[in-house]
């Protein structure tokens, strides 16, 4: 960038402060900045959202909000939380800013269109939001047809315009990781030498890019045949109602894979770090990554075991689905058997770590039961399925992310939070979720639907655990957002490597120049190397 | 304790002895899974906590280890699988001596009618021990039938009929939801299943019963008054193909395939005669399209499903009765 003369002392928080700095900025990092900020704005809106859905399931009676009022709610609450918020957090956030860093390259391939990505998710955003003021969508974020294209008489068009448009946003992250991991790497920086986050991201920059294709054309078409009676997905039209699951599908399986792999990556750098040793079986968990993004684009018919599939293409999804099982219990193991025999410190990312760990694990375990054709017919489109996505997609994404966050936060910002608190939160964090959501395992067994506004009685008691336990999750969850804010003017400044990490991000200054490195890295060591790092800091 | 921590649904069909055998085992392999990964990580990070001077081994890795835990998870996995598999297969077969009855969904209401013609809305009466199919559709939007104390459940749609059986083990009222979010009134769209003593059934078949037309009739009715004997005549080949002994059976099309005469077909032929044409026949027949209800269209399925080819027993016959009336 032709603006960075990087002075001595200078870095990319100080290179300029005027709001056409940021707003127009091509570096990865002020861009990542960005989205940090849009991102947890719309977990706060999503998140008012839950906070409504708990209420109303206080109790079995339908008492706080009208029958529509609640349906738009908990469709909102999906819409924004999944491809405002699970979809973006990750990769836009801390991979914007760690992928250049990481592989020892200056920004990304396409600073420009990266830019216009963040610009996409706004306008995206606010057609959603602006959706919301006009009165919301009452579909579900699946937006199963016929009832999306011919019954709601709510704005689904604006809300799909609004995913269409936040796709490309996605589409363009994509493609930006995926040339910038092939051709940018420094000098020494192997395929077999890269970071697992940096497998990570690539295997999900594969999904967004084959993937989310899928979902804009298909939204297009709810699109059409809710304006202009195209006869594609309503029968009485001449359409296929199951056309449009299939293909929904086809992106919104793999895109539980753009939410968790990202996050599986942090996990792996944090595992390592606090166990100061490399990763079990640093292959394996890279290629798992890669077997988790092909196989996941052949399963998604297992969200439709019961819609009318015939019996036989039933049978084949099942089986491919415990194909998918097998690389995310690979990964499970080696993470569990990378602290064998380390040096291992229960620092707030490490908590949050194993956090994940125990949530994934349940969220993991609980698909088993799901992708068992004869029990998933039971427990299909109940609150059982409810708890599992909600373990996997919420509960290790957010895990993961929030220790991504305070491990690299020393690097992002250049200061340290108040570690007491960090714990403290990872901890109430990891309570409040299994206090919100285990209950509803038992609730969806017990045979409660999942989108019911009104309940039968018996069914009461788990709801109001779960909505207890909100309260503790929503604590975990807003703490992080109180000290982390605090930190930025009073945490202590820390050096460039507080953890005594490797890596690359950790051998340039905290918080990095414009430029990434003063001096172009080059690597001649293998990644995890903690065998070698000497200076080791004992402070955390 | 159960009564006010509930953990289970009531068993009231075939289906809930196994689906939760396989349930339990689940619970289990998950607890032990867990427990494993848990107590491992708990003991690593106390075990192996860093202390000054004590610098961590270094692991490269362990092919053996990982081909250990990647092939015994794929294992129970395929256990699981065809654990799971075999209890769908029986869910998806209904028995050939199962009772059929109807169902049509709309928002926010489940009709039910049995085939002797009682109808019923949000409440279903069903004999025990009996193997009772259900045929449905939808009206409106996708819909899903769902009885937690049955552990079955199917999704309704428009425009083609799907299939739901069972066979109640206990005589009781049980939960009947609709489980496919289907607009406003989702959460409403509820009723019960009562299911009876066969002999309470019959006598609660026949309460009320003041000349009520059994489906068949019903459907043999309205086959006459739309115009469809006309052409499909019974006995002589008339301009529409004769309809007696046809479902069921592998049909010639005009353009050489072959389509099998099922519930879908009979109700695709009403409704869009044009998309397949018997071979033999001229393409002649109006659309039905907007003149015949779901209801009236079961009615005709289970009619044209009645009617059997010269020398074979017809439920016709049973059904005429009630029709003379």
Same mark, same amino acid.
């Given at each position: &960038? ?14 300029? +402060? ?29 998140? #008012? ?8 399931? %206080? ?22 939380? /999944? ?33 216009? +990505? ?75 030498? %890269? ?18 294709? /899928? ?9 059409? *045949? ?16 199951? %056309? ?21 990556? #942090? ?20 290629? +798992? ?19 009318? #599939? ?86 290790? /994404? ?13 690097? #992002? ?34 045979? &409660? ?8 009685? *018996? ?13 503790? %999750?929503?604590?975990?969850?807003? &703490? ?13 400044? /820390? ?11 950790? &051998? ?22 903690? *065998? ?9 | ?68 835990? @990647? ?71 996708? $819909? ?30 049980? $939960? ?9 009134? $989702? ?41 469809? @004997?006309?052409? $499909? ?35 695709? @032929? ?28 079961? @009615? ?26």
């Amino acid at each position: &960038m032709s603006t960075a003369a990087a002075a001595p002392g200078s870095n990319y928080l100080t290179n300029g +402060s005027s709001v056409s700095s940021w707003l127009l900025t091509k570096d990865h990092k002020r861009i990542a900045l960005l989205y940090l900020l849009s991102v947890t704005f719309f977990f706060f809106i999503g998140g #008012i959202f839950a906070l409504l859905i708990r209420l109303e399931l %206080l109790t079995p009676q339908g008492d706080l909000l009208q029958a529509d009022t609640y349906n738009k709610v908990f469709t909102m609450h999906g819409q924004v939380m /999944v491809f405002f918020f699970l979809i973006p957090v990750v990769p836009a956030v801390l991979g914007n800013f760690l992928v250049p860093i990481m592989i020892g390259a200056k920004d990304l391939a396409f600073p420009r269109i990266n830019l216009l +990505s963040w610009y996409l998710y706004i306008v995206a955003g606010i057609l959603m939001l602006w959706t919301l003021a006009l009165g919301g969508v009452d579909t579900g974020w699946t937006f199963y047809t016929p009832l999306s294209s011919q019954f709601s008489r709510t704005n689904v068009v604006m809300a799909a315009v609004a995913v269409f448009i936040n796709g490309f946003s996605s589409i363009f992250t994509g493609l930006n990781f995926i040339v910038t991991i092939h051709r940018m790497r420094a000098p020494g920086m192997t395929w077999n030498r %890269l970071p697992l986050f940096i497998w990570a991201h690539y295997a999900t920059s594969v999904i967004m890019v084959l993937g989310t294709p /899928v979902i804009a054309i298909t939204l297009l078409l709810v699109g059409f *045949e809710r304006m202009f009676h195209l006869g594609i997905f309503d029968p009485a039209l001449g359409g296929d109602p199951l %056309l449009f699951q299939h293909l929904f599908w086809f992106y919104s399986h793999p895109a539980v894979y753009i939410m968790i792999l990202p996050s599986m990556g #942090i996990v792996s750098e944090l595992i390592a770090c606090f166990s100061r040793k490399r990763i079990f079986g640093y292959s394996a968990v890279a290629l +798992s990554s890669i077997g988790i993004a092909v196989i996941g684009f052949l399963v998604w018919a297992h969200h439709m075991f019961v819609a009318g #599939i015939s019996l036989y293409a039933a049978l084949v999804f099942s089986f491919l689905t415990y194909f998918v099982g097998v690389p995310s219990a690979i990964k499970v193991f080696n993470w569990t058997a990378t602290m064998y025999k380390g040096a291992v410190t229960l620092t707030t990312p490490m908590i949050y770590a194993i956090g994940f760990l125990g949530l994934f694990t349940i969220g993991g375990l609980t698909g088993l039961f799901l992708a068992a054709l004869g029990l998933d017919v039971h427990v299909t489109d109940t609150y059982f399925v409810v708890a599992h996505f909600h373990y996997v997609m919420v509960g290790g /994404v957010v895990m993961a992310y929030l220790g991504g966050i305070h491990f690299w936060w020393p690097k #992002i910002t250049g200061r340290m939070y108040p570690e007491f608190w960090g714990k403290l939160s990872a901890m109430i964090g990891f309570v409040g979720f299994n206090l919100t959501f285990f209950p509803q395992f038992i609730v969806g067994y017990l045979g &409660m639907p999942r989108r019911y506004w009104m309940y039968a009685p *018996e069914f009461q008691v788990w709801n109001v655990l779960s909505t207890a336990g909100a309260t503790v %999750l929503a604590v975990g969850y807003l &703490m992080p957002l109180v000290y982390l804010t605090w930190s930025l003017r009073y945490g202590p400044v /820390v050096g460039d490597n507080p953890w005594g990490a490797v890596g690359l991000e950790w &051998m340039t200054t905290s918080p990095p120049p414009t430029e990434n490195f003063l001096e172009p890295p080059v690597v001649t060591w293998e990644a995890y190397d903690y *065998e070698h790092i000497k200076e080791v800091p004992v402070a955390y | 304790m159960l009564k006010y921590f509930p953990l289970w649904p009531d068993q009231a069909s075939n289906f809930a002895g196994s689906v939760d055998g396989l349930y339990i085992f689940l619970v289990l392999v998950s607890i032990a899974m867990f427990v494993l990964i848990g107590a491992a990580s708990i003991t690593f990070a106390v075990v192996y906590r860093r202390r000054e001077g004590v610098e961590a081994t270094p692991i490269e890795g362990s092919t053996i280890l990982e081909l250990i835990w @990647s092939v015994i998870p794929f294992i129970v996995f395929m256990i699981i699988f065809g654990w799971g598999a075999t209890i769908y297969f029986d869910e998806r077969t209904p028995p050939r001596d199962a009772v059929e009855m109807y169902a049509v969904a709309k928002q926010w209401m489940w009709k039910f009618e049995h085939p002797e013609g009682q109808r019923e809305i949000n409440e279903l009466h069903v004999p025990m021990g009996r193997n009772i199919k259900i045929i449905m559709t939808s009206q409106d939007v996708i $819909h899903s039938l769902y009885f937690p104390a049955f552990r079955i459940k199917q999704d309704v749609l428009p425009g083609r009929y799907t299939t739901l059986w069972f066979n109640a083990t206990q005589v009781g009222e049980f $939960h009947l939801f609709c489980a496919e979010y289907c607009g406003t009134q $989702h959460s409403n769209m509820i009723g019960k299943i009562v299911v009876m003593q066969p002999a309470e059934y019959e006598l609660w078949l026949n309460g009320g019963n003041n000349g009520r037309t059994s489906l068949v009739g019903t459907g043999q009715k309205l086959f006459t008054e739309l115009g469809c @004997s006309t052409c $499909h005549k019974s006995d002589v080949q008339g301009r529409g193909p004769v309809l007696a002994g046809v479902f069921g059976k592998q049909q010639l099309l005009q353009d050489g395939r072959l389509v099998k005469v099922d519930e879908d077909y009979v109700r695709e @032929s009403i409704l869009n005669p044009q998309a397949k044409i018997v071979s033999g026949f001229q393409p002649i027949m109006p659309t039905f399209q907007g003149q015949v209800s779901e209801e009236q269209l079961v @009615s005709l399925v289970a009619y044209v499903k009645s009617l059997k080819a010269e020398g074979q027993p017809s439920n016709v016959a049973q059904a005429q009765p009630q029709q003379v009336k």
